[in-house]
C-alpha cells in the first residue's frame, strides 16, 4: 500500500502546541531536550524525511542536523546523508567523528565507504547531486545550462571544460573585474604541464593569429574584441553569474550588452556552443536571446545540504534578537537584546564574517565605527599593513582597519586592492570581519561562517528573493565545511542576521523581509527585464521601440546579425566608429550630421594633431559634444571650462604613469592650493556630503575645509579610482575614434591609453599586468627572469621570479599580482 505524500502546508495546520512543536523550538534555540522529546524529534524527521514533500524533507533534515551538531551524535546525520546521496557528509563523519570499528558494525559502513569512492573528485568528495551536474556537462556538442546554489562546484565545472576543449576558441564571459583576475587564477593553478600559458583577458591581448585560445572577459571586453576582430569567432563561451542576462530592470545595460554579445557570437558560427551557469533560474528556456536560434539542455539539484539560522534584530525599537524559523513561518525570542549594530556583532561574530551594506560610502563609514570599539589584534601583520601603506598612503583608513581585524571591500577602491583583500581575509585567520557591497553577488569567493546585512536593499530596490539566497549562499562553502583539517559540520548551519541599523531605510519591515525571502516554500520566479529575451507578444508598444532601437545599435555594429526589417545604416566613418566603439552618450544616427560638421570644422584648424591632454579634450569637446544632445550627465562636465581643466590634470598623470602615491600627493597638493569657497569641491552623488547651491537636490560637494588631512587623503583614493573609472569607460572610447581617424600624435595616444610609450612596458600591459607591476618587473635585476617578445607580444616568465622579488622586498602587492601571471605547479 503506497503512503501517501506528507505536505508542509498540511503539517503546518496542527503544528502548533503540540509535543512536537515545544521540542522543535527548544531544539532549534539551543536548549537541553529531554529523552523523549529526542525521540519524537528524530521519528518525526525520519517520517518526513521519506513520505513528505520537499520542504518537509528539509525540515527533517533541519532537525536532524541540529540535534547532531547540538548532541555531537551524528548516526542520525550519517544515515540520512547515505540515504540522500550527501556523500562529503558521510565521508566528514567517518573520518572525523568515528571509529573503524563502529562503522563496519554499522549500516554496512565498509560496503558504503567503498561506494563512496565513486564520488571523489581529485581531492574531495561530491554528493550525488553534484555527480549528476559534473556528468551532465561533460556534453561538449550541446548547448547547456547548469543551475546549482552557490558553492557547488560550478567553478571546476568551468575549468574541467576548458581544459577538455583546448583545442578550440573558448570564452569564459564573467561579470566583473574582480571574477575575472578569480577565474583565470583558478585556470592556471589547474594547469598540468603547462598546457595552458596563456590566458586572454583583455582585447589588446589577442593578436589575431591563434588558431586556438582561452579568453575570460567581461561582455564588454568581449564585445571591444569582436569589434576590433570582425572575423573572429568562437567555438565554446561558458557563461558564469547567467542570471545577470536577465536584467535588473528595462534599463540594465550591462544585460542587453550581454544579449547582444551572444548575437553576435551565434551570427558569426552557427555552430557555436553556450554553456550558461548560475545558481538560479526557474526556468532555463528564459536564457534564450530571441534572435539568435538555439535550443539548451539544463539540469539542476534539489538537494539541501546546508539548512540555513535566520536572526532579526531592530535597533531602532527594542533590540530584541528573534530566530525565524523558515518552516512554521514565526518568530522565536531568543532572549538577546543588543542596544546597538556593534554589540551584535561584537557578540554573535564567529571567526569569519561578511558585513554585507548597499553603499560603499556606508561601508566606509561603518568600517571605521567598528574599527574605533575593536582592540588592536596582537598578530604581526606589519607586513599587510606596510604593504598597502607603501603602495597607497599609511593614512589609509583600510590600514587602520586590518589593524583590528577589519578589511572592507567595494567599487570605489584600486582593483588591485580589492584581490588583496580577497587573498589576506582568506588567508590570515586573525582577519574577522569583511564589510562588503553586492560586489559580493559577483561570484568573489571568501571564507565566512556568518553573515549580517546591515541593509536589505541593492541599489535603489530590495534585494530579491534570488539575489538574498545568492548573497547567503557566499556563507560556510562546501571547501570550508569539508576541509579535512578545518572543517566543522556545525557549517551546515549558517548563521544568517538581518539587522535594522542605522544605514537601513527607516520605513524598512525586516520582518516582513525576511518572511518573503527565507521561507522554505517560497520559490524563484525569473524576471525577465532583458528586452532580448522576450517574447514580442510580451511587449508592449513602447517596448517594441526599445527593442528596435537596441536591435538597430546592434546593426550597425554588427550588420546582418538579427532580423530586424527596414534598418538604418549610417554612412559616415566617424558615426561607423561610434557604434564600433559603443557610444551610447547621444543617439548616433540623429546626430550623424552635426557629427560629420564638427569633424569637418575642425580638421580644418591649423593643429589638428592631438599632443596633449587640453587639446585632447578640446577635440572631444568640440567635435562630439558642440551643438549634440548629451544623454550622460557625466560627461556633459566637459562642457564646463573647469571641468576640462580638471580632467587635463588627470589625463597628463595618466600619461606620466603617476602611481597611486604620486597621485594622491598631487590631489593633496591641489586641494591645499584652493582658497576660501573654492575649497568645497565636487565630488560626485556617491561620496557628496552637502549641497553648494540652493537649487542642488542632491549632497555633490564635500567641504575640505572640515577635512583633517588624513580624511583628505582617504577622499583622495576614492576619488581617484572615480575619476579612473570615468576615464576608462568614458573618454578613452573617444580617444579611439580620434585616433582611428588619425587625429591623434603616436607617441600620445600610447601614454594616454598605457600610460607610458615603452614598447616593452605596452606589451606587459597588453597581457594583463598592471603598469606597477610592469615598471617594477622590468628593473635590470629581473632581466634573467622574463622575456618579452614585443613582435609577437609574447611573455616568458620564470616562476623564480616571485622568489627573487621577495628577496629584493619587493611590495607585497606586486608579489601577489604576478602569481595571477604565473603557473606555479
Known amino acids: 500500500m503506497e503512503v501517501p505524500e506528507i505536505t508542509l502546508k498540511e503539517f503546518r495546520k496542527h503544528q502548533n502546541s503540540t509535543f512536537f512543536n515545544n521540542a522543535y523550538i527548544k531544539l532549534q534555540l539551543g536548549r537541553d531536550l529531554s529523552e523523549e522529546e529526542i525521540i519524537n524529534l528524530l521519528s518525526t524527521a525520519v517520517i518526513f524525511s521519506n513520505w513528505g514533500d520537499i520542504d518537509l524533507q528539509k525540515l527533517g533534515y533541519k532537525i536532524i542536523v541540529s540535534y547532531s551538531n547540538k548532541y555531537s551524535d551524528y548516526k542520525p546525520l550519517y544515515d540520512f546523508a547515505i540515504n540522500k546521496g550527501y556523500i562529503p557528509i558521510s565521508k566528514f563523519i567517518e573520518t572525523h567523528h568515528s571509529n573503524n570499528k563502529e562503522f563496519e558494525e554499522h549500516f554496512f559502513g565498509l560496503f558504503f565507504s567503498s561506494f563512496k569512492e565513486n564520488f571523489r573528485e581529485k581531492n574531495y568528495y561530491v554528493s550525488n547531486g553534484q555527480k549528476k551536474l559534473i556528468e551532465f556537462s561533460s556534453n561538449n556538442d550541446s548547448n547547456l545550462v547548469v543551475v546549482a546554489p552557490t558553492s557547488y562546484g560550478k567553478s571546476e565545472i568551468i575549468i574541467n571544460k576548458v581544459y577538455t576543449n583546448l583545442d578550440k576558441k573558448i570564452c569564459i564571459i564573467v561579470p566583473s573585474k574582480a571574477l575575472l583576475s578569480q577565474t583565470k587564477r583558478r585556470l592556471l593553478e589547474n594547469s598540468i604541464d603547462n598546457k595552458l600559458s596563456r590566458i586572454i583577458t583583455h582585447p589588446e591581448m ?14 564588454e571586453r568581449l564585445l571591444r574584441l569582436l569589434q576590433k576582430n570582425e572575423s573572429l569567432k568562437f567555438d565554446l ?42 545558481p538560479f533560474i526557474s526556468d532555463p528556456e528564459n536564457l534564450k536571446v530571441k534572435q539568435s536560434n538555439y535550443e539548451i539542455l539544463s539540469k539542476g539539484t534539489n538537494e539541501f545540504i546546508k539548512s540555513e539560522k535566520y536572526f532579526i534584530c531592530d535597533i531602532s525599537k527594542l533590540g530584541n534578537l528573534f530566530l525565524y524559523d523558515q518552516f512554521s513561518n514565526l518568530l522565536l525570542d531568543t532572549n538577546k537584546k543588543f542596544n546597538n549594530t556593534i554589540e551584535i556583532l561584537k557578540h554573535e561574530k564567529s571567526s569569519k564574517n561578511i558585513v554585507y551594506l548597499n553603499r560603499p560610502k556606508h561601508i566606509e563609514e561603518f568600517s571605521q565605527k567598528l574599527r574605533d570599539e575593536l582592540p588592536i589584534i596582537g598578530d604581526d601583520i606589519d607586513e599587510l599593513t606596510n604593504a598597502i601603506s607603501d603602495f597607497l598612503h599609511p593614512e589609509y583608513n583600510l590600514i587602520k582597519c586590518i589593524r583590528k581585524g577589519i578589511v572592507y571591500h567595494h567599487g570605489g577602491m584600486p582593483e588591485i586592492v580589492r584581490l588583496y583583500v580577497e587573498y589576506i ?35 535603489l530596490s530590495n534585494l530579491s528573493i534570488s539575489q538574498f539566497k545568492n548573497l547567503i549562499g557566499r556563507v560556510n562553502r562546501f571547501s570550508e565545511i569539508f576541509n579535512n583539517e578545518k572543517g566543522n559540520l556545525e557549517l551546515l548551519e549558517p548563521h544568517i542576521y538581518v539587522i535594522k541599523s542605522e544605514y537601513e531605510n527607516k520605513k524598512a519591515n525586516i520582518e516582513t523581509f525576511i518572511k518573503t525571502r527565507a521561507k522554505t516554500e517560497l520559490k524563484i520566479v525569473d524576471e525577465v527585464n532583458n528586452l532580448l529575451l522576450k517574447n514580442e507578444n510580451q511587449l508592449n508598444e513602447t517596448d517594441i521601440i526599445e527593442l528596435n532601437k537596441s536591435l538597430e545599435y546592434l546593426e550597425n555594429i554588427e550588420p546582418y546579425s538579427t532580423n530586424l526589417k527596414g534598418v538604418n545604416y549610417v554612412a559616415s566613418t566617424i558615426a561607423k566608429l561610434c557604434y564600433k566603439n559603443n557610444i551610447n552618450d547621444f543617439e548616433i544616427k540623429d546626430n550623424e550630421t552635426i557629427l560629420n560638421k564638427n569633424l569637418t570644422n575642425y580638421k580644418k584648424q591649423l593643429f589638428s594633431t592631438i599632443k596633449d591632454s587640453n587639446e585632447l579634450l578640446y577635440a572631444i569637446y568640440y567635435i562630439f559634444l558642440k551643438n549634440v544632445e548629451i544623454l550622460n550627465n557625466n560627461l556633459k562636465r566637459l562642457q564646463n571650462s573647469s571641468a576640462i581643466n580638471f580632467y587635463s590634470m588627470i589625463l597628463e598623470w595618466r600619461s606620466s604613469s603617476a602611481t597611486y602615491k604620486e597621485m594622491i600627493g598631487s590631489f593633496m597638493k591641489y586641494w591645499k592650493s584652493l582658497t576660501g569657497n573654492n575649497r568645497i569641491v565636487f565630488i560626485g552623488e556617491k561620496w557628496g556630503e552637502e549641497k553648494r547651491n540652493l537649487n542642488d537636490f542632491k549632497n555633490l560637494y564635500v567641504d575640505l575645509r572640515k577635512k583633517s588631512d588624513s580624511q583628505m587623503v582617504n577622499l583622495a583614493i576614492l576619488k581617484i579610482k572615480e575619476e579612473q ?29 598605457y600610460g607610458t610609450s615603452d614598447k616593452s612596458l605596452i606589451t606587459l600591459l597588453k597581457n594583463g599586468f598592471s603598469l606597477e607591476l610592469a615598471k617594477c618587473i622590468t628593473k635590470e635585476n629581473y632581466k634573467t627572469f622574463i622575456q618579452i617578445k614585443i613582435d609577437t607580444e609574447e611573455i616568458i616568465i620564470k616562476s623564480e621570479l616571485i622568489e627573487e622579488m621577495k628577496l629584493n622586498a619587493e611590495n607585497r602587492i606586486l608579489i601577489f599580482e604576478i602569481k595571477f601571471h604565473i603557473n606555479q605547479r
Do not use: M, W
Not at 237 to 261: C, F, M, P, W, Y
Not at 437 to 442: A, D, G, P, R, V
Open 237 to 278: 563561451v561558458l557563461i558564469d553569474e547567467a542570471h545577470n542576462l536577465l536584467g535588473d530592470n528595462k534599463n540594465d545595460g550591462r544585460s542587453i550588452l550581454l544579449a547582444q554579445t551572444i548575437i553576435i557570437l551565434k551570427a558569426r558560427n552557427e555552430n557555436v556552443i553556450f554553456n550558461f551557469f548560475s
Open 425 to 459: 581575509f582568506s588567508k590570515y585567520e586573525c582577519l574577522n570581519f569583511v564589510i562588503t557591497s553586492s560586489t559580493l553577488l559577483e561570484g568573489v569567493n571568501i571564507p565566512a561562517e556568518k553573515i549580517f546585512l546591515l541593509s536589505t536593499k541593492k541599489g
Open 725 to 753: 573609472d570615468f576615464v576608462e569607460f568614458n573618454l578613452i572610447k573617444y580617444i579611439e575614434i580620434l585616433n582611428e581617424l588619425n587625429l591623434v600624435d603616436k607617441d600620445f595616444y600610447d601614454r594616454i591609453k
Open 206 to 219: 589577442y593578436k589575431g593569429n591563434e588558431e586556438v585560445f582561452v579568453s575570460v572577459l567581461t561582455q
